[in-house]
């Protein structure tokens, strides 16, 4: 039997401009007193797409589709500046994404006024064993009783500081708390947890695009996921991609909207 090649995806003409998390990193390092090293590469540089070091470059790989459902990244201090954060790559696939920074004291206005804005309906995704069962979900439709749009607001930090973030921001007590059942287990491999059922904040966002009936690009962010961990883990490692893997050519097919 006889398959067809997955073409190679040519790199984008164009850089894309800056997303949410990249311009939220961007004003985090402009308020640090002392500068953010991260290890990787001669002298640390990492490209400013991706965050790997250029010789693993993903940025060409980047899967560009339209989803309805909205993110809302709520990032702990630290997160928009490591290479490893995982919300940066949500802001990759789904253009409706915004990133704010968590302050126990402030809050952003601009987060207030998306929280407000009647096109979304917002769900903050949290484990239901630690919520009153009344603002409990399990579900999400594709559209809305009401004609809103989904927006799945994501605490982005440890899990010890996105359970200070849930308890500590009053603003979000109005809002159902969406509770995710997922099946399968975790398979990112980039920093460590002690149980599996614990999932980073990509794997998160693709589990809420499903619920949304966002197959396309779930699936997506999911094939993503795994190539942005085998760049990094290669290139931690001093060893080459392998661009002609199984991660990869899935990745080509969902982006080319052929998965």
Known sequence: MTTTPVPPL?????????????????????????????????KGER?????????????????V?????????????IEPLKPSNTGWLIADVVADTYAFGWARTEV?????????????QPYVVFPGEFVEPGRVVTQV??????????????????????????????????????????EQLSRYHLRRSTRTDHFCTSEVGALCLELAGELQAAQALEAYLDVFTH????AKHQLPPDVNGAAHARLRLLAQGRG
């Open 231 to 234: 760049h990094y883990l290669q």
């Open 108 to 120: 952003h206005p601009d987060l207030l006024a998306l929280l407000a804005d009647p096109q979304w």
């Open 65 to 77: 589709l339209p989803t309805r459902a909205g993110m809302c990244l709520l990032m702990a201090d």
């Open 10 to 42: 040519q790199p984008q003409a164009v850089p894309c401009p800056p997303h949410a998390v990249s311009r939220l990193r961007t004003e985090r390092l402009a308020r640090s007193a002392k500068p953010f090293l991260a290890r990787g590469g001669p």
């Open 141 to 182: 439709g594709s559209t809305e009783p009401t004609g809103k749009r989904p927006l799945f607001i994501l605490l982005d930090a440890t899990w010890p500081e996105a359970r200070k973030m849930f308890r500590k921001s009053p603003y979000l007590d109005r809002l159902p708390v969406l509770s995710l059942q997922p």
């Open 47 to 63: 490209c400013a797409g991706c965050r790997l070091v250029p010789s693993h470059c993903i940025c060409a790989l980047r899967p």
